[in-house]
Structures are given as structure tokens and as C-alpha cells.
């Protein structure tokens, strides 16, 4: 299968820093990426699907100006995590489609801690 | 709007035994299923799918579900666990073959020897 990355694959940051998540991926052209939270023992919950060259749809609950989501190129898409608080710690995940009606693949995962 | 419905949380097992994980959907329209592992720390690696045709689908890693529109179910089986199938299980719904995702609460498989 195709192959998406996730960088980094966690990080420490320091209460009231933004953190940088790259999504990448290697071997196709993502139309469409998607990024979920994961909280300990939880599901994956969508925060928000991002398109290449447009802005991000973001579901319900979610802070558009807290999670920046960009998508400037088709093989890249950027979840920057502002002002993080212990509360955003969490496991986040992307993933990445290449078409509409296509299978998604996901990075591995980012672990962010938020001290 | 689309549900998905995992009865079980935590499921221990033997090495060896039979296992079955449920997963139940609810939806106003047609829709695909899915399932997926995680270990943990990663992320997400489709089992199995399906989209039409044949209700039992065979996977990877000798897993198999079967689709049940009756009983709107699709739960997962193996016939002889592995230690090494020891993960996090999360059974999906899509309109569509696997964008837009929702996921059940998952369930954790723990095999013992």
C-alpha cells in the first residue's frame, strides 16, 4: 500500500509553544488529508479534512485558530498545534487519500506533550 | 449521520483460541466497513474492507468479517490468535471507500499465552 508519513513522531513542548505536525505522502498525490485526535483508550475523532489549496472544513467543537491545518502542496498537509496546553496532549493522527472515492492510508502517529 | 457500535472494550484470549470482535453500524444509507489495527504508539493498518459483493471478507493476518445487513453487523474473526495479534482493534463506516472515517470505541484484543 501507499506510504504516509507523520512527523515527528512525538514531542515534548513546553505549556503556551505551537508545535509543527507534518503529514506526508511518499509515493502519491494526496487530494485530501485527513487529520484525528486520539485521546488514552479512545477512538480516533476527526477534527478536520484538509484540501490541498483551500482551507481546512473543520468538525464541530474543534478551534480552527488553535489547530492550524495548511495543505499548500499535494504530497503535504501541517497541523500546528498554538499556545498548547497539557489539555492537547494527545496522540494525532493523519491520513491521506488520493482521490474522492479512494482507500485512505495513515502516518504513524504524532505523540504530543504538552508540559 | 453514521454510528459505529463496539461491544466489547477489552477482549482477552489464549494463544490459539478462536476470537470474534463485534461491531455494529447504524446508518440511513448505504455504506462501506472497515476494519483496522493499531499497536501501540502507531498508527492505523486496514485489516480488511468491504465495499460490495461477497459478505465475507478475508483480511490480513488470517482475519476475516462478515457483513450482516439484516443485523446490521460486521463483526471480526479469527480462528487461532497469535500473541502477536495483540492490539488495539477499530471497526469503521464510510460513505464512500474510506474517506471521511467514522470509528467505533475500538476494542483491545489481548492475547495470552
Known amino acids: 500500500g501507499a506510504v504516509v508519513s507523520q512527523h515527528p513522531s512525538w514531542v515534548i513542548c513546553k505549556s503556551g509553544t505551537s508545535v509543527k505536525i507534518e503529514c506526508r505522502s511518499l509515493?502519491?498525490?494526496?487530494?485530501?488529508m485527513f487529520w484525528y485526535r486520539q485521546f488514552p483508550k479512545q477512538s480516533l475523532m476527526l477534527m478536520a479534512t484538509s484540501n490541498e489549496g483551500s482551507k481546512a472544513t473543520y468538525e464541530q467543537g474543534v478551534e480552527k485558530d488553535k489547530f492550524l491545518i495548511n495543505h499548500a502542496s499535494l504530497t503535504l498537509s501541517t497541523l500546528t498545534v498554538t499556545s498548547a496546553h497539557p489539555e492537547d496532549s494527545s496522540f494525532y493522527i493523519c491520513?491521506?487519500?488520493?482521490?474522492?472515492?479512494?482507500?485512505?492510508?495513515f502516518g504513524q502517529g504524532t505523540r504530543l506533550t504538552v508540559v | 449521520a453514521q454510528s459505529v457500535t463496539q461491544l466489547d472494550s477489552q477482549v482477552p484470549v489464549f494463544e490459539e483460541a478462536p476470537v470474534e470482535l463485534r461491531c455494529n453500524y447504524s446508518s440511513s444509507v448505504s455504506v462501506y466497513l472497515f476494519w483496522y489495527v493499531q499497536y501501540p504508539n502507531q498508527g492505523l493498518q486496514l485489516l480488511l474492507k468491504?465495499?460490495?459483493?461477497?459478505?465475507l471478507v478475508k483480511g490480513i493476518n488470517g482475519f476475516e468479517a462478515e457483513f450482516n445487513k439484516s443485523q446490521t453487523s460486521f463483526h471480526l474473526r479469527k480462528p487461532s490468535v497469535h500473541i502477536s495479534d495483540t492490539a488495539e482493534y477499530f471497526c469503521?463506516?464510510?460513505?464512500?471507500?474510506?474517506?471521511?472515517?467514522?470509528f467505533g470505541g475500538g476494542t483491545r484484543l489481548m492475547v495470552k499465552p
Open positions: 469503521a463506516v464510510s460513505l464512500n471507500a474510506g474517506n471521511m472515517l467514522t
Open positions: 491520513s491521506a487519500v488520493a482521490g474522492f472515492d479512494t482507500e485512505a492510508f
Open positions: 468491504y465495499l460490495s459483493g461477497s459478505t
Open positions: 509515493d502519491f498525490q494526496a487530494t485530501t
